[in-house]
């Protein structure tokens, strides 16, 4: 189900999070009203190899994203960004994003998303959207037991010759995998109406940037 509102809602949810960012971030959260905006700082390892002057250095995605200040940060690995989201007393999701960079050939950015996170069927695709040069799309997999929704966001991050070799750019992906925990019981509302949509405004906002980052000796 792809909602043709990607812009609007993008702006309100923009704008909650600058909200949230100007009130300071010793504010208590209101549930499901109010945003925050985190980095996602891809690591150096692999990252992309850059020629010339700057070959001591890694290219990366230095992403960010604004999710609901009601989802609880987990501790993650370098690259992402986890969190906790509370349904209801019966289902919890665990979610993850991960900004990755990738070399490929030059795409329209809706094509590259929907080949790189194809859905089963119409009723599996929870969300998409476009922005310009940004795309994005929230998928329901096909699974048993255990509720697992995907998101996939992506843009190119760069076309600089030192980085991307001749008939190829840089993209700049950020990747969102959701679970819900073993035993829970998830209905098709906890993902259709909550937890896809708020994945879909969290990748629709997002925001990809070229970063120079030296890899640890």
């Known amino acids: 189900m792809q909602r043709p509102t990607t812009l609007v809602r993008g702006r309100r949810a923009a704008a909650a999070g600058l909200a949230l960012v100007i ?3 010793g504010v208590a959260h209101a549930a499901d009203t109010r945003y925050v905006s985190h980095p996602v700082l891809e690591a150096a390892a692999p ?4 020629s010339g002057p700057l070959k001591q250095f890694r290219a990366v995605n230095g992403a960010r994203v604004t999710v609901p200040a009601s989802w609880r940060t987990l501790p993650a690995k370098a690259g992402q960004r986890r969190y906790r989201a509370d349904q209801n007393q019966s289902c919890h999701f665990r979610i993850t994003f991960t900004a990755k960079s990738r ?3 030059p795409a329209d950015p809706v094509a590259y998303v929907a080949g790189a996170l194809p859905a089963q069927s119409a009723r599996h695709l929870l969300d998409s959207g476009v922005h310009g040069s940004r795309a994005f ?3 329901r997999q096909a699974t048993s037991g255990q509720v697992r929704v995907d998101g996939l966001f992506a843009t190119v ?3 600089r010759a030192d980085i991307a ?4 750019v840089a993209w700049a992906e950020i990747r969102v995998v959701a679970t819900s925990s ?3 019981e998830c ?3 906890t993902y259709r109406e909550a937890l896809g949509p708020q994945i879909g405004d969290a990748l629709s906002t997002a925001r990809a940037r070229l970063r120079f980052v030296k890899p640890a000796s």
Request: zero cysteines.
């Open 137 to 139: 799309r929230v998928v």
């Open 187 to 189: 209905h098709s509302g």
């Open 23 to 25: 009130a300071g971030a």
């Open 165 to 168: 070799p001749a008939g190829q």
């Open 47 to 50: 990252g992309l190899a850059v």
């Open 157 to 159: 991050l760069t076309r």
């Open 103 to 105: 070399l490929g050939a």
């Open 182 to 184: 073993p035993g829970d």
